[in-house]
């Protein structure tokens, strides 16, 4: 039963032309992540919600934006992307922000941009 | 974040017991071990994490040193699926974020 579910799995676009990477998750989780993932390189956090709360990393470029509508739904935008952008985009989840807790991840989008 | 240490890479063979040490030397009193391990082109997925006192699930089995400067990951007898980079992460109890290191390459000989 898939409880983090990433659509696309594969996504192709051109370089500048806006993308939306989506993420669901089923478990009712409060906290949303995503992450950035280079080839050969560890998942690196561009911002999470908690609830309706953004959290940007003070790192992450502005072109990169999320939208998080419900809880179950969450959103990565792309404004213009480069081929610097081309990875692994990961999403996960988390009940709270306890240091306890599991974050259950999805099978991840790999984004390619020509 | 407190940092980890990893071996970059590690081999063992089918069947065999493995062991994935970490470092941490500047672990903070609040802060949890965790393991997340990920296969080829998939996510990465949950394996474990503890405290203080060592812990065990059905996946692996988690050794915590007594000044917990230092864990162990141990998969008791390993197969070709548990191939994967093997990461090492410190969690702060208040924190919402998981930062990873660069992880252990886990390669299983059949």
């Known amino acids: 039963d898939a409880m983090v579910i990433q659509n696309p799995r594969y996504q192709v676009t051109q370089f500048g032309k806006p993308v939306t990477l989506s993420c669901s998750q089923t478990?009712?989780?409060?906290?949303m992540y995503w992450y950035q993932q280079k080839s050969s390189q560890a998942p690196k956090l561009l911002f999470h919600?908690?609830?309706?709360?953004?959290?940007n990393e003070a790192d992450t470029p502005d072109n990169f934006q999320s939208r998080r509508p419900n809880t179950s739904f969450c959103f990565l935008d792309i404004r213009s992307p480069g081929l610097g952008d081309a990875a692994m985009y990961l999403c996960?989840?988390?009940?709270?922000?306890?240091?306890?807790?599991?974050?259950?991840f999805g099978p991840g989008t790999r984004l390619l941009v020509l | 974040d407190a940092k980890t240490t990893q071996p970059n890479s590690m081999e063992s063979n089918e069947e065999e017991p493995v062991h994935l040490p970490c470092n941490h030397s500047t672990i903070s009193g609040t802060d949890y071990i965790h393991w997340y391990r990920q296969l080829p082109s998939q996510g990465p997925e949950y394996v474990i994490h503890g405290l203080t006192s060592n812990v065990n699930n059905r996946m692996a089995s988690l050794a915590i040193a007594e000044d917990r400067k230092s864990s162990t990951l141990i998969l008791h007898r390993a197969t070709l699926r548990d191939a994967a980079v093997y990461y090492c992460i410190l969690r702060d109890g208040g924190a919402q974020k998981l930062v990873f290191g660069q992880g252990t390459r886990l390669t299983i000989n059949p």
């Open positions: 919600y908690y609830d309706k709360d953004f959290n």
């Open positions: 996960a989840t988390d009940r709270t922000s306890f240091g306890g807790e599991t974050q259950y």
């Open positions: 478990l009712n989780h409060n906290v």
